[in-house]
């Protein structure tokens, strides 16, 4: 019964894990979740951590925290678990690297950020686009971690192939949300998923524009979910993130090939139907903040560096963050200090490589 789950006081102070695990025992939870739960306890114990230095770890209320620990948490415990993993995960991450693989808040990152909560407060249906690795998949996956204790859910589209993308569409957004679906009939899948996403008030679904490689039925199927099941007449906001295409352009193909009411979905986009991120409009200070996470670079440096992510087809922020990874590697397998010189060295092996495969596809 829940009466007899309620436990008072601190719940870190005051109780072992063996006794937060007794609790959560006479739950229905996910064994998995239990485990995670449990393993955060742990952890909090060791450390001499308080429930609110602990809420801070896994981005939820003090009160959330309490209630995971009681069994009384009226939430998704599966999405829980997958956050407490991610969180051992990133404590592993620092560990090894020391803090140079942690997200970077950078100015792009943060107008990704308002756009989501806008998108949020809009309850409107958003389209995200831009050129390739500006950090839009990593600058959104922090967001749904950071952010309003599980009401956001994140997936990536997946390319057509030979399976029904639709089909797969529904089974990852249903982990997302935290269904078991691997043996369930796909209309106990979407009822499961219905149930879950009243708890969410933003969507985000990145890769958007591989619907682009998708049948005509499928991407029917898909619009016609996200308009009614996911947006559901402003009961949450959707954000669609698209790389290297102009969506609105593929929108009005699909419309015209398949006569498709594309109306019924624009009526329910936000009023600037897509947003685009420049690769000519990056910040200095962004590169800057991503290089002097490894070292002080030389003024010339930093500029090579950052005429380099500006450059059309090259990576752009994600070519150098691949640039000083690579660097920063050998001087610690090497016990070589990092240097202007072996950071240029990458650059100029990264682009000798970009050359490369651009030959090769052009063949």
Same mark, same amino acid.
């Given at each position: ?8 006081? %601190? ?32 952890? /909090? ?7 609110? !230095? ?8 003090? /009160? ?27 404590? !592993? ?16 990152? !943060? ?27 990593? /600058? ?12 956001? =859910? ?22 997302? =949300?935290?269904? !078991? /679906? ?55 906001? =959707?954000?669609? =993130? ?40 990056i910040p200095f200070d962004d590169v ?37 990874? %690579? ?5 610690q397998l090497d016990k070589i200090d ?26």
């Amino acid at each position: 019964m829940q009466g007899e789950r309620q436990v008072t006081g %601190d719940p870190i102070a005051t109780r072992s894990p063996e006794d937060v695990r007794a609790v959560l025992e006479k739950t229905e939870w996910d064994q998995n979740a239990i485990e995670q739960i449990v393993r955060l306890h742990e952890i /909090a114990r060791s450390e001499k951590l308080s429930v609110k !230095e602990l809420a801070g770890l896994v981005h939820y209320s003090p /009160a959330v925290v309490s209630e995971l620990f009681n069994g009384t948490y009226k939430g998704n415990p599966v999405r829980v678990a997958k956050n407490i993993e991610r969180m051992f995960s990133d404590r !592993e991450n620092k560990r090894i690297f020391g803090g140079k693989r942690d997200f970077v808040r950078t100015t792009i990152a !943060e107008s990704l950020w308002r756009i989501a909560e806008k998108t949020r407060y809009s309850r409107a249906i958003q389209i995200i686009q831009s050129p390739e690795q500006l950090g839009k998949s990593r /600058a959104l996956v922090e967001y749904t971690a950071q952010h309003n204790s599980g009401r956001t =859910v994140m997936l990536k589209l997946q390319p057509g192939g030979n399976s029904n993308p639709f089909g797969v569409f529904l089974r990852d957004l249903a982990a997302a =949300v935290g269904v !078991e /679906a691997a043996h369930d009939k796909i209309m106990d899948v979407r009822m499961n998923i219905r149930r879950e996403l009243a708890g969410c008030d933003l969507v985000i679904l990145d890769e958007f524009h591989l619907i682009e490689h998708w049948p005509d039925k499928p991407i029917r199927d898909l619009l016609d979910y996200l308009r009614v099941e996911i947006h559901n007449d402003g009961q949450r906001g =959707v954000l669609a =993130v698209a790389t290297d295409s102009d969506m609105m352009t593929l929108l009005d193909g699909f419309r015209r090939r398949t006569r498709y009411n594309l109306g019924q979905l624009m009526g329910r986009m936000a009023n600037q139907h897509t947003v685009t991120i420049r690769a000519d409009e990056i910040p200095f200070d962004d590169v800057k903040l991503l290089i002097e996470r490894y070292f002080k670079p030389r003024a010339a440096t930093l500029r090579k560096l950052f005429d380099l992510a500006c450059r059309p087809h090259c990576g752009h922020l994600g070519v150098i963050c691949a640039i000083m990874a %690579d660097a920063w590697s050998d001087s610690q397998l090497d016990k070589i200090d990092l240097t202007d010189e072996l950071v240029l060295s990458k650059a100029e092996a990264k682009l000798e490589s970009l050359a490369k495969s651009e030959k090769g596809g052009a063949r």
